[in-house]
């Protein structure tokens, strides 16, 4: 059974490279959120918490943008694993929450296979707490039934990096594709140009990538009120 099932995820994986790389599209995706419970939380060590919790609550506004079916679970959350944050309940009013009670790997969850196949979507984008057991367990079944996974390493956190690197490699050789928030998105938009694209997106950046928020707010800034100084052209000229 071990044998066979090991075959399986290897036929997947060397189909996929024959495929090609896959890319999400936004028409085939659909968004998990797993276990980014408020007691889970606390177990993350690679990513301060400030910037983590930005980006779980960035992972999950990703559904609302880009009108993704959106699936969120927990694990035991009237224990010390607690609720989902209510950022994330906020933006998912209408969304399918399925509440595990003791499933470690929420696909051994009958409610949550039915959910998640309920979609009718092939491609899956997904993030949890931790990196090495939520997210990683649930990512390789999620190939083995035969679709396309998509990690956002920047929304799953566990212990330290280390771990993490390690949980990443397992996916990544498991036939999963481990992006940064960054790549989703942009997978998701493809083109400034699209709708959502640029109206939609660029707010969206200036609330969960500041980085590239305030690179535009410089841009806008200069374009309207903007003064070139002696000496600013030389790189251009």
Same mark, same amino acid.
């Given at each position: 059974?071990?044998?066979?099932?090991?075959?399986?995820?290897?036929?997947?994986?060397?189909?996929?490279?024959?495929?090609?790389?896959p890319?999400?599209?936004k028409?085939?995706?659909?968004?998990?959120?797993? $276990?980014?419970?408020?007691?889970?939380?606390?177990?993350?060590?690679?990513?301060?918490?400030?910037?983590?919790?930005?980006?779980?609550?960035?992972h999950?506004?990703? !559904?609302?943008?880009?009108?993704?079916?959106?699936?969120?679970?927990?694990s035991?959350?009237?224990?010390?694993?607690?609720?989902?944050?209510?950022?994330?309940?906020?933006?998912?009013? /209408?969304?399918?929450?399925?509440? =595990? /009670?003791? %499933?470690?790997?929420?696909?051994h969850?009958? %409610?949550?296979?039915?959910?998640?196949?309920?979609?009718?979507?092939?491609?899956?984008?997904?993030?949890?707490?931790?990196?090495?057991?939520?997210?990683?367990?649930?990512?390789?079944?999620?190939?083995?039934?035969?679709?396309?996974?998509?990690?956002?390493?920047?929304?799953s956190?566990?212990?330290?990096?280390?771990?993490? $690197?390690?949980a990443? $490699?397992?996916?990544?050789?498991?036939?999963?594709?481990? @992006?940064?928030?960054w790549?989703?998105?942009?997978?998701?938009m493809?083109?400034?140009?699209?709708?959502?694209g640029?109206?939609?997106?660029?707010?969206?950046?200036?609330?969960?990538?500041?980085?590239?928020?305030?690179?535009? =707010?410089?841009?806008?800034?200069?374009?309207?009120?903007?003064?070139?100084?002696?000496?600013? @052209?030389? !790189?251009?000229?």
């Amino acid at each position: 059974m071990l044998a066979s099932r090991l075959l399986s995820t290897a036929l997947l994986a060397v189909s996929a490279l024959a495929a090609g790389t896959p890319r999400i599209d936004k028409t085939k995706a659909a968004l998990l959120v797993v $276990d980014h419970q408020v007691g889970l939380f606390q177990l993350v060590k690679d990513i301060t918490p400030s910037e983590y919790v930005n980006n779980i609550v960035a992972h999950a506004a990703l !559904g609302p943008l880009f009108n993704l079916p959106t699936v969120l679970t927990t694990s035991a959350e009237t224990g010390p694993n607690g609720p989902l944050p209510k950022e994330i309940l906020q933006l998912h009013p /209408n969304s399918t929450i399925v509440r =595990r /009670n003791g %499933e470690v790997n929420a696909w051994h969850s009958e %409610e949550f296979r039915n959910a998640v196949r309920a979609t009718g979507k092939t491609q899956i984008i997904l993030a949890g707490i931790t990196t090495d057991v939520c997210t990683t367990f649930l990512a390789l079944s999620l190939v083995e039934e035969g679709f396309e996974v998509f990690a956002n390493a920047d929304a799953s956190g566990t212990f330290n990096k280390a771990i993490a $690197d390690n949980a990443n $490699d397992r996916m990544q050789n498991g036939g999963v594709q481990v @992006l940064s928030f960054w790549a989703v998105l942009c997978e998701l938009m493809v083109d400034w140009r699209n709708t959502p694209g640029a109206p939609e997106v660029l707010p969206f950046l200036d609330r969960f990538l500041p980085s590239y928020g305030y690179l535009a =707010r410089a841009h806008a800034a200069a374009t309207i009120n903007g003064t070139i100084l002696p000496g600013e @052209l030389a !790189g251009l000229e």
